[in-house]
């Protein structure tokens, strides 16, 4: 099963040599060996900051396919370990110890644990290949003037150059290295390697027409895209092999969930739509799930459908400013006074509503559909189907952790109620 | 030197006539009153960064960091119940050992993130600023009033690095915190007290960096009201009145 292609090894050396990835040990100076103690320090400021996502289901998997498919590291400072970060963005990173980093943004997308391993794959030959190290060496040849670099980001006020450069992207052709190595990886497994491809395409889609928040080397990118197509040309001719999705599906279920709601707070409410939707035409008769789109709908506000392939780069940057500059309700209230506005803002509520109907349809007594329900039909101004819909959430989940917030609403309602409002 | 000298009395007079304004700044009037001001507080651990800034790159201080933010926690901690409040300083070992609690921390200091970077002191008291239904729940599962959320940095830089940067730009020493207060009840942001101290050019031991952090907590709290719990607004009725009526009133 584990089929050697030649052609492919000697097209990934020719790469290889011409980045300049290291796949030998490489010995390192005393001020290197600050990178490898702060890569594991960052674990646990990580912790310090609640960031790690300890679910033992998604953990376990994530970890049993990186030490899969992990080389033999060939340094002692080197120590392969996989781990999970609760951030709804899309990205993964790898420190020069071996700490590879994903996003719970990121593993929600993914359709399978063959797409689990190209990305872990790739993040491990940034390791394999030194790449931290190579380019913290290329880094400190610079000027002084280039190496005052501003704040690159949550972390990068504290972290080191060569760390900053291994969280927020590498050199084009280290990259492309990464890449064209991590299919040899996949190739030497029982994972497929059109997996690869198959992971760039997904995180290729900007749901938001929003230029990256961040740029990273996962992050939506033209350059996303083609290396989505390098790394298709690279596997056009390898046979397609059974994909792994059980196994995925049952560990990371709670987690997809949860990133959805993640993006309904977050205000990424296209991202939020297109991921339930996906989840529902998968598990139709899940009722969580039908409920997660339901809030993904209530979510949208008065934004209308997007066509991001249609934006600019000039509209999406004035998405940006203006996400950046106004809170969600200042940009709801100005959106409300456009006729466009309002009838996106109808007719998402009537989404959302139409979708917690199904739910109560299929299951009465499923509480969190009572609660969007509420919350649709306040924002509707339907005082008393509001309290109804709460007092009914409040009958099928009387100990749920949001009781107090649902109790402060219908206190609200019961008051507007009283006076005739 | 008459030019210098209106000058100087005119920036004097506008100063005085802002001095009031300024000492309210950074508060909702209902705080200032009493109105939403909390009995309860819980104290989410400090986003800290303690960073050295060399000759041609950064050294982040990721261990130092962590027991800076400690610090600095326990240090507003203090002054805060020294105020009247009751703390509740939310370290990182329970947060991590309460999964629920984790969701929630998590959930919540992202959206109070979302929301403080479009924070403008000037609009505060329109109350147009809201950490949602996160900050609500966190505060409910945690019992308490009111989340203070707070952000920590410090940057050291020695002084061949503080001439590079006085010539050519780039990061000077400093320090600055701020602490944000957001009402469990409705999400809304209360606060915000921000901090600044100098820093002087020069390697600094972990002495003087708790010196600094000291200086910062102590900026941060200084003007922050005694807690009055007569003042503050409170439900009167029960969750089961409230049910009744609902019942009720929805009936007719």
Redesign the interface.
Not at chain 1, 47 to 52: E, I, R, T, V
Not at chain 1, 324 to 327: D, G, H, L, V
Not at chain 2, 55 to 63: A, F, H, M, Q, Y
């Given at each position: 099963m584990r089929r050697a292609f030649p052609w492919l090894a000697g097209l990934v050396c020719v790469s290889a040599a011409s980045a300049g990835g290291v796949y030998e040990p490489v010995s390192i100076d005393k001020d290197e060996w600050?990178l490898i103690e702060?890569s594991k320090?960052?674990e646990?400021?990580f912790?310090?900051?609640?960031?790690?996502y300890?679910?033992p289901k998604t953990l376990a998997l994530v970890r049993r396919v990186g030490h899969e498919i992990r080389p033999q590291p060939t340094d002692d400072y080197i120590e392969y370990e996989f781990f999970v970060l609760?951030d709804?963005s899309p990205n993964a990173f790898a420190l020069p110890n071996g700490h590879v980093y994903i996003h719970t943004g990121m593993l929600a997308r993914l359709d399978d644990e063959d797409q689990l391993a190209a990305l872990l794959a790739h993040e491990i030959n940034h390791v394999a290949g030194h790449h931290g190290i190579i380019e913290h060496r290329a880094?400190?040849k610079k000027t002084?003037?280039g190496?005052?670099?501003?704040s690159l980001g949550?972390?990068g006020?504290?972290?080191?150059?060569g760390?900053q450069t291994s969280i927020y992207g590498y050199s084009r052709e280290l990259e492309q290295e990464a890449d064209d190595r991590a299919i040899e990886v996949l190739l030497a497994s029982r994972y497929d390697p059109h997996a690869l491809p198959d992971v760039l395409d997904i995180l290729g889609r900007d749901y938001e027409g929003l230029s990256p928040r961040t740029s990273t080397v996962w992050s939506t990118h033209p350059e996303v895209r083609a290396r989505a197509e390098t790394s298709r040309a690279l596997v056009a001719g390898v046979p397609r092999r059974e994909r792994h999705g059980d196994g995925f599906e049952a560990a990371v279920m709670d987690m997809r969930a949860?990133t959805i709601e993640?993006y309904v707070?977050?205000?990424y409410p296209h991202t939020a739509v297109a991921l339930a939707e996906s989840l529902v035409a998968r598990y139709p008769s899940d009722l969580a799930s039908l409920n997660l789109l339901g809030d993904a709908w209530q979510g949208m506000g008065a934004q209308g459908p997007l066509d991001p392939a249609s934006q600019s780069d000039s509209d999406k940057r004035h998405n940006l400013r203006d996400r950046?500059?106004?809170?969600r309700?200042?940009r709801l209230a100005e959106a409300l006074e456009t006729e466009e506005g309002r009838a996106a803002y109808a007719a998402n509520l009537q989404r959302a509503e139409e979708t917690y109907q199904r739910v109560i349809a299929a299951d009465a007594t499923f509480a969190p559909a009572y609660r969007g329900l509420g919350e649709v039909y306040e924002q509707q101004a339907r005082t008393?189907d509001a309290?109804?819909a709460?007092?009914n959430y409040?009958k099928q989940a009387p100990a749920a952790?949001?009781?107090?917030?649902v109790?402060?609403r219908?206190?609200l309602?019961?008051t507007q109620?009283?006076v005739g409002q | 030197m008459g030019i210098k000298i209106r000058a100087v009395v005119t920036l004097a007079a506008a100063l005085g006539c802002s001095t009031a304004a300024f000492a309210e700044r950074g508060f909702t009037n209902e705080f200032l009153s009493g109105a939403t001001r909390p009995k309860s507080i819980a104290l989410l651990?400090a986003?800290a960064?303690?960073?050295r800034q060399q000759?041609?790159?950064?050294?982040?201080?990721?261990?130092e960091?962590?027991v800076f933010?400690a610090q600095f926690d326990a240090d507003v901690a203090k002054v805060l119940a020294d105020k009247g409040y009751e703390v509740q300083v939310v370290d990182?070992d329970r947060?991590?050992a309460d999964?629920?609690l984790?969701?929630y921390?998590?959930?919540a200091?992202?959206?109070y993130?979302?929301?403080i970077?479009?924070y403008r002191p000037k609009k505060l008291p329109d109350r147009?600023?809201?950490a949602?239904?996160?900050a609500?729940?966190l505060a409910?599962?945690l019992g308490v009033d009111a989340i203070a959320f707070s952000k920590l940095?410090i940057?050291i830089t020695p002084a061949g690095k503080a001439i590079?940067?006085a010539l050519?730009?780039?990061?000077t020493s400093g320090a600055n915190s701020m602490i944000g207060i957001v009402d469990g009840?409705t999400g809304d942001l209360e606060v915000v007290q921000i901090a600044i101290a100098i820093v002087a050019p020069g390697e600094k031991t972990p002495e003087e960096i708790a010196a600094y952090v000291a200086t910062l907590a102590a900026g941060n709290t200084k003007r922050v009201p005694g807690a009055d719990p007569s003042q503050r607004i409170e439900?009167a009725?029960s969750?089961d009145e409230?049910?009744d009526?609902?019942?009720t009133?929805?009936r007719e």
């Open positions: 600050r702060e320090d960052l646990g400021w912790s310090s900051q609640s960031l790690l300890m679910e609760r709804p880094t400190r002084i003037a190496m005052v670099i501003g949550p972390w006020g504290m972290i080191s150059l760390l949860m993640d707070q977050d205000d950046a500059r106004k809170t309700a200042q008393r309290a109804e709460y007092l409040i952790p949001d009781r107090a917030i109790m402060s219908l206190r309602l019961t109620l009283k | 651990p986003e960064t303690i960073t000759v041609v790159e950064t050294k982040g201080l990721i261990d960091s962590v933010g990182a947060i991590n999964r629920a984790q969701e921390v998590v959930d200091k992202r959206a993130d979302e929301m970077a479009r147009i600023y809201n949602g239904d996160s609500r729940l409910s599962h940095s940057t590079m940067s050519i730009g780039g990061t009840d439900v009725v969750d409230v049910l009526e609902a019942e009133l929805i």
